[in-house]
């Protein structure tokens, strides 16, 4: 075999991924698993969208697009930001991409230099690490914890920054802690932020309208930061739309131009098939389309939440968004069973995988070795049988 580039070896696999595919790998030995571990909607896509796909399809529109989504489809996506948070975007500052995590590698790619600092706090979702590895960054961990419901404070903000810091990564709601920033907090972390020249915001969005606390508030509303906020969303949880691979980013013209010049190098457009799918889903009524999954959502929450209470040892928020619970399980810590001992998230949930048959995923993947996450994202009659697993497999450990 030969030798990979080092940034390949550098990278690490995704472990919601790794943990989705050792989930197959037991299934197809007949094991019934059930899988938490993935961020997914378990509701189809809505039909208005996928006919207008299949519209798309009829109608011959199957060649390229511009890079950043066709013109309409970016007008759309500006009425979106104007309708549902008061911002005011034109299509030259909109770049649509292959999902929100390319918008987030394009956005990185082309601010970031080696040896630049970039602030994540911790928990953080899985991909900003590895994507920083790619660009050469320097990841500076702010850990907040769940004393904080896992949301940092501008003091320690403030601190974190050096004149080599050049971007902070958040996002709100949170993946995968559930926690929502409210318009003073995030208020206050623009005010830190506005004080240093050439230092951005990444603001991840893509669970925005997976909210249990009313509105959603986005960083760029506030005027004196806006041209250093670049606003990630995208179609895949709101919309149930993961495997159309619908991102969006929506910056200033410069940043926008440049995201367009590297995707147009890697990917080029998005399918112009999701791009119509997109273009229908921008128009689509909160109430009448998204509501009802975001209050299943809001339901299953309650259901695991209640289902917890009797497990010992398993500290939790109350999350107000997204569709993920990040417990603190360091109470098992030092117990062993079957054969396994427990020192470590990544431990309890490999003993969880092979003694409850339920795969969720280790706190290590987000930067916190004590936590686990799992998605409530899938039926009520699976959750409470996952729980129940759980439960009964963390009772055996001694």
């Known amino acids: 075999m030969g030798k990979l580039a080092d940034r390949a070896n550098q990278i690490s696999e995704s472990q919601t991924i790794a943990m989705a595919r050792k989930s197959r790998e ?39 697009t511009h890079v950043s989504g066709y013109v309409e489809l970016r007008e759309a996506i500006c009425h979106k930001f104007k309708r549902d948070n008061s911002l005011t975007y034109v299509p030259d500052e909109i770049v649509v991409s292959n999902g929100a995590k390319q918008s987030i590698a394009n956005a990185v790619m082309c601010l970031i ?7 994540i706090p911790a928990p953080f979702w899985v991909s900003y690490l590895e ?33 080599k810091t050049k971007m902070i990564m958040i996002s709100t709601p949170c993946n995968p802690t559930g926690s929502v920033y409210s318009k003073d907090e995030l208020k206050a972390l623009a005010e830190v932020v506005v004080k240093h020249d050439d230092l951005y915001i ?18 760029a509303q506030f005027d004196f930061i806006k041209d250093r906020v670049i606003t990630i969303n995208g179609v895949s949880k ?24 590297m995707q147009g ?45 009797e497990i010992p040892g398993m500290k939790t928020n109350v999350p107000q968004g997204a569709f993920y619970v990040y417990p603190e399980i360091s109470y098992y810590f030092g117990k062993s069973a079957h054969g396994m001992s427990i020192n470590n998230g990544t431990d309890l949930s490999m003993y969880l995988l092979e003694h409850a048959h339920v795969a969720i995923v280790p706190g290590a993947a987000f930067g916190e070795d004590k936590y686990i996450r799992f998605s409530y994202a899938t039926s009520d009659d699976k959750l409470t049988e996952a729980l129940n697993r759980m439960k009964k497999a963390l009772a055996d450990l001694k």
């Open 113 to 119: 230099n080696p040896g630049d600092e970039v602030i």
């Open 202 to 219: 990444m603001s991840d969005e893509i669970y925005e309208h997976i909210n249990f606390c009313g509105g959603h508030e986005s960083f």
């Open 131 to 163: 994507i920083l590895k790619l660009a050469g960054g320097v990841p500076v961990i702010i850990h907040a914890g769940i004393e904080n419901d896992f949301k940092i404070t501008s003091a320690q903000l403030a601190d974190a920054i050096t004149p």
């Open 26 to 64: 037991l299934r197809a030995q007949g094991i019934d698993i059930i899988s938490l571990s993935l961020g997914e909607p378990d509701f189809p896509t809505p039909t208005t969208i996928k006919e207008a796909a299949k519209k798309a399809i009829d109608d011959n529109f199957s060649y390229y």
């Open 238 to 261: 709101g919309f149930a739309m993961t495997g159309w691979r619908g991102g969006i980013l929506a910056a200033p013209k410069w940043i926008a131009q440049a995201c367009d010049k």
């Open 265 to 309: 190098q890697f990917t080029s457009a998005a399918s112009s098939i999701t791009q119509k799918a997109m273009h229908r889903a921008m128009e689509l009524d909160f109430d009448t389309y998204i509501r009802p999954m975001r209050d299943a959502f809001l339901r299953r929450r309650d259901l695991v939440l209640n289902l917890m209470k």
